[in-house]
Each structure stands twice: as C-alpha cells, then as structure tokens.
C-alpha cells in the first residue's frame, strides 16, 4: 500500500471510489484505475447498443424447463424426480392427492379432451401434462393442446406461495390439480434457444399475480393508481382482505361463508376478489391496481362513449382506469435522447377495433373463437398487456405524434429490424395466438412465432450490438418450487423462465443470478446511463431489509 501513500490528497476521493487499489493503479504518475463495476459499465455501454425484450405469457419455470440439463429443475441428475413439499389442503393438512381439475384440463374445442372425471386421483407430485391422462381419459396432450386457464391473481398467488414453502398452489387456484402439470418441452424452438445461450434459472416474475400488474412493472417498476376509488365507478372492484390481531392487512383475501372448506370440494370463493387493494394496503392511503383494468384510450376491454370520443375508452366502467403520470422507463430514455418502441401483434387491427361504435362488434379485442380460442383468424388481443397504453404521455389527442412514434405494430417491428433502424430499446408484445397463454393458446404456436423473429433479429445488420431478452410476464397460475424472495408489498412473485440471447452471451450456459422482471430495467438503465426508477431501488433496499440480497441487471448472463 506504500504506493498508494504517493497520491497526491486531491485524488483521495478516487481511491474512496474504489474497491481495491492496485499498484499498477496508484502510480503516482498515473491516472487512477476504473473499478471492476465500471470497466464492466464501460464494456457494455461500448458493446451493446439494441437491447429487445419478449415478452410471452403465463408460464412458471419449472412448468416449461423443469427437465433442463443444469438448471434447478424437478429432477436430479440421474433424472429422478425431486422430493417436493407437499400441497396441502386449506385447513393445512396434507392432501392424499390433488383435487380433480375443476371444469376439465382441456380448453373447450380441443380435439383432445380430458374430463374433469378423468382429472381425479393423481398423486400429490408434479406430474407430466402430456402423459398424466393416458389411462383415465385415452388421450396424450402436447405442446399444441389448449390447457385450461387458472387464477394468476395478486393475492392468491401469495396465497399459493403461503410463505416461501410453495406448498398451496392446489388449495387457493380455481383450477385443481393442473397448477402442477410440467410440460417436456426440450423438442421446443424456445428450449434450443435456451441450450444455445442463457437460460436464467433464478428468475421471478416482479409483480404477484397476473399479467396486468407484471407489464404495469416492466414499464415503471410500480403499480397504478387509481385516486379516490372508493368515491369511485372502481369501488365495487377493491377486494376484501383480512387483517391481523394489530390491524394490519395480510395477503390473504377473505373466504366466503360458503366456500368450500376442502380443496377436494371445489375452488375457493371470496367475499371479493377484486382488481384494486383496498385503502393504504401500501401503507400510504392509497388504492392501487392489481388485477385487470383497461387503459383509457383505445384499444380497450371497455369500450368508448357512445357519441364520444373514439380514441378514448368510457370513464364510467368499473374497470377503466384512469390516466398513469408516474415515471416510466421510456421517460428516463426520452430524457437521454434513447430511442424506444412498444411493438405489439395486431396494434393496428386492435386500434382501429377499439374505435368502433359502442355497439359494434370486436373482432380483434378479446376476440378468440367460439370457444374462446386465439386462432390466426381471431387473434385475440389482449389490451391489458399494452402498459404504455395506460400513461397520460401517450394520449391519442394531447400526444398523437409521441404516441404513433413509440406505440407499434409488429410488421413494424419486422421492417425496422431487416433494415438496421430498431430503436435502442424494443418490447415485443405477441396477440393471444402466439403468447402461449393457457386457457386461449397452444405452445407451440407462440413457440413458433418468437423463434422466427429471434431469427429476423440475427438477420438484422444490428445483431452484433444486441442483447435479446425472452421471458414471460408471470406464471399464470402454474405451480414452481423455488421459494421467491422476500421484496416489498408487490412481488417478487413465483419463478418463470428467461433466455438470453446474444452474441456476447454466455452461450450454453445456466445464469443461477437471482433476477426478476425489473433486471430486464435495470440492464437498460445500466446500458443507457440512465436515472433509476424509484420502484428499483425499493425493491433492491426491501430485498437487502429482508436478509437478501438486490437483484441482478442480466449483465451476469453476458461476455463484457
């Protein structure tokens, strides 16, 4: 350190900086050396200069990549199945076997079929969806069968978590024991992706609950609010929840007098399980967004006035919420001069659907088939996975110009990455048919689609300065058994798969980080030089408050 003792005192706030001093660095006749955090800051900022993010639907990790070489996964090296905790029943008790799917497996339509009679008797164990009903129901499901729908809802997924021990995802789903059916998926165009670069196996979902409150967090690190809901057309939505001997609300949502006391009975139901928290449940007396709401303009679940605006959606609706003014990642771009877009499928078929008569018919918006089913025919746009569509900046009157500029469509994604003019940042948002959301799409469908365009992204002059980021937006109900670690009021919730794609990536490799959907944030904050969004910060203090430790930014996942 006697070298060190040569620096003149007006370099001393350097040396503080640092977290080791080398001699080679404390030359007194030289300039003093980055630290490792700023040379790998310095690295990515030269090396990468396209980050895209895609973003799929409702799927845990154990659910898609259980069975995958290297990862924390259902099965140990000889390939037997893990001991798991077992689900248990809503009194606490360990079920016998998991409860009858409730309503059957399969979607309806599905030329397969498995009945909710042939759901019944499986044991208490994470099964495989493809095989499980061979023998009861005749039939092998695969990657192209539609399986049903289940609740992936901000207080009952906490309520599947109970704790940390995973162990309730059969008692408070609405669906039975499909929350822990595993698909094989290593036949899969996403599961060759994930063995050819970065598979994150320590991943979680930002939010708890759905898909609604998981993109409201990829695009601000926050939830929304909706001011005086209680004087409000919302009020019916704020859910009812209990509170403990001090008064304190819990995460747990307050049962039905007649709900069922077994979860071998039937699903659960509650005095209301609503979209918003009720009053101060953050502990600031406010009332937040936590399950679906439909933005204010269109394209909308919630249709425009009639004789009205229509760009805009009707204010009365119980579940249109208002206008979003906090922050956003693309705020903090817009504040560098970093370019960005929101490209969704079916944007420009989905806008000119909202901006209909009230009366008319949608044929894009929440329009799947007869059964409810996304096909290429009805692609079944979801409005509620567009989150810059809830934010005042992008008003279709007061900012069309802003708005046209960063809210696009997916052939504009394809034009823009074929001829090298991507945006610096890029979310992709695929429709109902190729999100590979359970309930109203196929795997291999979403499969398909995002493969192609990962191919279309290699293609573009722009690749070679490009970190590709695919990862779903929470777990959509299926069961995972990693216990997710302890952040603040609104996630981290259950682990889901994310694969990073590059060619600075560490390819054929397992990333064990500890990320969530906010690390996809912070590698653009980090890449770009930009101010940190406050959600951030609040979840890396509370995790460290907590006993953990703060998220990782994916650059874990990189060659810099």
């Known amino acids: 350190m006697l070298a060190c003792q040569s620096v003149p005192t007006r370099y001393a706030f ?21 630290s490792q955090t700023e040379q790998l800051t310095t690295s990515l900022q030269t090396n990468v200069k396209n980050v895209v993010v895609i973003y799929a639907e409702n799927r845990s990790f154990d659910n898609l990549f259980g069975n995958f070489p290297g990862a924390n996964g259902l099965f140990d090296s000889t390939g037997k199945l893990k001991s798991f905790a077992l689900q248990k029943d809503r009194n606490g008790t360990v079920l016998s076997t998991l409860p009858p799917t409730w309503g059957g497996v399969t979607a309806p339509g599905q030329t397969k079929v498995v009945t909710q009679g042939q759901s019944m008797n499986l044991a208490n164990a994470p099964f495989n969806i493809a095989t499980a009903f061979q023998t009861s129901a005749g039939v092998t499901l695969d990657a192209t069968s539609v399986t049903r729908d289940m609740y992936h809802r901000f207080f009952e997924n906490q309520m599947q978590i109970n704790g940390g021990a995973n162990d309730a995802f059969a008692a408070w789903g609405d669906s039975g024991g499909v929350v822990m059916g595993y698909f094989d998926y290593s036949g899969s165009g996403l599961y060759k992706l994930a063995k050819d670069y970065v598979l994150a196996d320590n991943f979680f979902q930002a939010a708890f609950g759905g898909s609604f409150l998981n993109h409201q967090y990829l695009a601000c690190a926050c939830a929304p609010e909706y001011p005086n809901a209680d004087t409000a057309a919302a009020k019916p939505t704020i859910a009812v929840v209990d509170k403990d001997a001090q008064g304190n609300f819990t995460y747990n949502l307050t049962s039905a007098a007649n709900s069922p006391a077994s979860a071998m009975d039937g699903k659960p139901t509650f005095v209301l399980s609503g979209n918003l928290t009720p009053k101060n449940y953050a502990g600031d007396n406010k009332f937040y967004g936590i399950n679906t709401m439909q933005p204010p303009y269109q394209p909308s679940g919630n249709t425009p006035v009639a004789s009205g605006d229509m760009k805009l959606t009707d204010p009365s609706k119980a579940t249109t919420l208002p206008a979003q003014t906090a922050t956003t990642i693309g705020d903090l771009l817009d504040k560098k001069n970093v370019s960005w877009k929101w490209y969704a499928g079916a944007w420009t078929a989905a806008t000119a659907d909202g901006q209909q008569d009230p009366a008319a018919k949608r044929t894009v918006i929440y329009a799947g088939d007869s059964n409810g089913v996304a096909s290429t025919a009805s692609v079944d746009f979801q409005p509620h996975h567009q989150p810059f569509n809830y934010f005042a900046k992008l ?3 007061t900012n069309a110009a802003y708005r046209a500029a960063h809210l696009q469509d997916y052939n504009d994604l394809v034009k823009d990455a074929a001829a090298g003019t991507l945006p610096a940042v890029s979310f992709y948002k695929p429709e109902g048919v190729y999100n590979q959301h359970p309930g109203y799409a196929n795997l291999t469908d979403g499969d398909q689609k995002i493969t192609d365009l990962v191919a279309k992204l290699q293609a573009s002059p722009q690749y070679k300065n490009m970190v590709i980021v695919i990862t779903y937006d929470e777990n959509g109900g299926a069961w995972d058994h990693v216990t997710p670690p302890k952040g603040d009021w609104v996630g981290p919730g259950t682990r889901i798969p ?4 590059s060619p600075l990536a560490k390819k054929g490799t397992v990333d064990h980080t500890q990320y969530d959907t906010a690390s996809v944030l912070r590698l653009i904050t980090r890449t770009f030089g930009l101010e940190t969004l406050s959600g951030l910060k609040l979840r890396d203090d509370s995790l460290v408050k907590n006993g953990g430790k703060p998220m990782g930014d994916l650059t874990n996942a990189l060659n810099l």
């Not at 350097?14 to 980055?34: E, H, N």
């Not at 994310?498 to 794609?501: E, L, P, Q």
């Open 395 to 397: 008003d279709p009157n």
């Open 498 to 501: 994310a694969i990073i794609v």
């Open 14 to 34: 350097a040396l503080t900086a640092l977290a080791a001093c080398s001699l080679a660095a404390c030359s007194s006749s030289g300039p003093v050396r980055q």
